[in-house]
RNA sequence: GGGCGGUUCGUAUAGCGGCAAUUACGUUUGGCUGUAAACCAAAUGCCCUCGGGCUUCAGAGGUUCGAGUCCUCUACCGCCCA
């Protein structure tokens, strides 16, 4: 069974429609990929997602190797019967983990505070639990264990995210070892059926950008993910990175864009022909309160916990088919914001996912049409 | 009538001679892009050239270099004994 498939192709841009067949589905692409870290999209129940119109989610090896540990899952027959998720699945590899906690986090130990990361070699990563700061491994062979555990059907290689201001020496460097971790992801899998991405980094740099798509291009995997992105840097300079790397990826493999993200960066990035975008955005800023209302690039956030909409007879939007807007004020969001129910949270992130997913409706459409 | 205890910045509190004064909540503003995020940060007496200036802790008086803090009286609130 092929795995993807270019449907349209757009006349004026690098934009194109695709599907992605997995056991679980077929996927229609440029989709949104909403995470799912730990099993859940936060406070939405799994039957909600057809009326939504999420087709695929991103789950997290990391976090479900802590919690509640990959050979739990496994012995629940995989995470799609473990979360009761019945809609294709992709999984992170763990390596922006390393990045973004890795840099950040602090652990006490007898020896003082240490940061979790302890040590990126050729072999892997050692790092400590932020949960409980046990020292654990990670390397290219246990995160496709893991993954293969976990039973995602598109499972990610483990890179190394390259924190923003690395030198070019670096960058280089690491951009390499992700290139070696590659050929052992590939190397070490047993599992058929699932899908396995390789992730092009090269940091800031044209050069190593460039070579990177190139060489993961060039390998035995079915599809491409970038990474390194939106980890600190300028607009400019990821929208840079994303444009040197897309001309040198093969048209055939799909191509995933880690991380990504915002309304207008999806909108420039689907001209790239970049077919899958996974983010937090949608999830976590309706859990903090705020909603998308808008169409195309004509869109607004609102800030449901200001106190301006106290008196708000109107739904988010008008115009919008999604439940919460079908049923309920901005008055009574922000009552709920305020006062912290829960059923604000579940409202919010319903509105903001269906929003993205009509977003990408759109997508669709324009593409179709080669409109953009 | 007697005996205690209380009255502090929107609210609830901390404070036991050096204080524009603690903490929480509230409020306002900012932030959130492969999720340790239903989270985080800042501001919250007035003025400000951001160094400082001014006016504050129920009210009035007093002690002291210095009082939210100690003393006296008054007002109000609470509990107990009559």
Redesign the pocket.
């Known amino acids: 069974m092929q795995f993807f498939e270019v449907i349209k192709k757009s006349k004026k841009s690098k934009a194109r429609v695709g599907i992605l067949k997995t056991p679980h589905g077929d996927i229609l692409t440029p989709a949104f990929v909403p995470?799912a870290?730990k099993g859940t999209l936060?406070?939405i129940p799994p039957k909600d997602l057809k009326d939504i119109g999420t087709q695929v989610a991103?789950v997290?090896t990391f976090?479900l190797v802590l919690h509640p540990g990959a050979e739990v899952i496994e012995k629940f027959g995989g995470i799609h019967k473990y979360s009761n998720l019945a809609i294709p699945l992709m999984s992170?590899?763990a390596?922006?983990?390393v990045?973004?906690?890795g840099r950040?986090?602090?652990?006490q130990t007898k020896e003082g505070d240490e940061g979790?990361l302890l040590n990126i070699s050729e072999e892997g990563v050692q790092f400590r639990s932020?949960?409980d700061g046990k020292e654990l491994m990670f390397t290219p062979e246990i995160s496709m264990q893991n993954q293969e555990k976990i039973g995602a059907d598109i499972i990610?290689a483990f890179?190394e995210?390259i924190y923003y201001g690395a030198s070019h020496e670096y960058t280089k460097e690491a951009t390499e070892r992700t290139h070696e971790w590659l050929l052992r992801c590939i190397e070490s899998r047993k599992r058929k059926g699932q899908r396995l991405y390789g992730?092009v980094q090269g940091g800031v740099f044209k050069d190593l950008r460039e070579e990177s798509a190139k060489f993961v291009g060039a390998q035995e995997i079915d599809g491409v993910?970038i990474?390194?992105?939106?980890?600190g840097e300028t607009?400019k300079e990821?929208e840079e990175q994303v444009r040197w790397v897309a001309p040198h990826l093969p048209e055939e493999l799909p191509r995933h864009l880690?991380?990504?993200?915002?309304i207008e960066?999806i909108q420039e990035f689907v001209k790239l022909g970049i077919d899958t975008f996974?983010?937090?955005?949608p999830?976590?800023?309706a859990?903090?309160?705020?909603v998308f209302q808008g169409q195309g690039k004509k869109f607004a956030r609102l800030?449901l916990?200001?106190?301006r909409y106290l008196k708000d007879k109107h739904p988010i939007q008008q115009s919008c088919a999604c439940y919460t807007c079908q049923n309920f004020s901005l008055s009574f969001l922000h009552h709920l914001f305020?006062e912290?129910e829960?059923l604000g949270?579940y409202l919010a992130t319903y509105h903001n996912l269906f929003f993205f997913e009509q977003m990408f409706a759109e997508i669709h459409r324009l593409i179709a049409k080669s409109l953009i």
């Not at 990474?227 to 980890?231: D, E, H, K, R, T």
């Not at 880690?258 to 915002?262: A, V």
């Open positions: 995470v870290t936060k406070t991103f997290n976090h992170d590899s390596g922006f983990q990045f973004s906690l950040k986090k602090k652990v979790l932020p949960r990610m890179d995210c992730i993910a990474g390194g992105v939106s980890v607009k990821m880690l991380g990504i993200g915002r960066d996974d983010c937090v955005e999830t976590r800023l859990r903090n309160g705020t800030d916990t200001k106190s305020r912290r829960l949270y």
